[in-house]
């Protein structure tokens, strides 16, 4: 063997041990980020939930208070949750299938609330429908209270969770084409046919993984819900708001019991999401052989 293939040979195999130590490296700073940065911090969760024992924990989570606050995140997440799936496939079929003047604004309109702050879109619910909103007077004349009620909550929860559904099957329709569809209405199928028979069956699992990430971020919304709840403990209280009660009156150990609860949801959608992502990849790569 020649000299100039001996330095060649010695340079490949320095080139692939310096990626194999690189790709060690990049690991295993993975795994540590994820230990410290999440990891870390639901044990301490956990931990400090179980500090003073299980009859605690459960005398926490089964507080009337906590009871409520559950019970209120539960209607929050089952309204908004099932308005923005329809939504988010009227959107999808109507931007894949169709065209139309205004269709790039509706795309821009739909990832609005992605780059609006959700304390933002909070003050927007309470300028339109508070005492002194643009309709406050109106409502107060027919006594509909909508701000520091469940309605606002459920308003703002659903503005902040507006385009999981959407931008989840936007992309995945539009890979699709409308062949299918066209090859059933040339044999007689009506819309709702074409829908049920056609396009639902090959949109399930990205509508399944659009749903689990819209009830995850209903779930754990926050700063909307905060400006429009008034923090009327017991009555327009969700979970995340009540952990911000216990926590701010040094309930340390209720709060932190309470959220577990919240991480234990979160876990399960987790798990949801997972599988409902890994079917989605499975349809992908089927696609592409096909």
Sequence with gaps: MSSASLTAASSANAARRGSAWGRRILIVAAWLTFALFLLLPLLVV??????????????AIFEPDALSALKLTMIAVAISVPLNLVFGVAAAWCVSKYEFR????LVTLIDLPFSVSPVIAGLI?????GAQGYFG?????????????????????IFVTLPFVARELIPLMQEQGTQEEEAARLL???????FWHVTLPNIKWGLIYGVVLCTARAMGEFG???VVSGHIRGVTNTLPLHVEILYNEYNHVAAFSVASLLLLLALCILLLKQWSESRLSRLKSNA???
Excluded: C, H
């Design 224 to 226: 909307a819900v905060s």
């Design 188 to 194: 007689g199928a009506n819309g709702w046919q074409m």
């Design 137 to 157: 007077e109106w409502l107060s004349d027919r006594d509909i209270q909508i701000i520091f009620a469940v309605p606002g909550i459920v308003l703002a929860t």
């Design 288 to 290: 592409d052989e096909e």
């Design 46 to 59: 956990l931990s400090e939930a179980l500090k003073q024992g299980l009859g605690t924990f459960f005398s």
């Design 102 to 105: 205004g269709k790039s604004l």
């Design 125 to 129: 619910y309470v300028l339109l429908f």
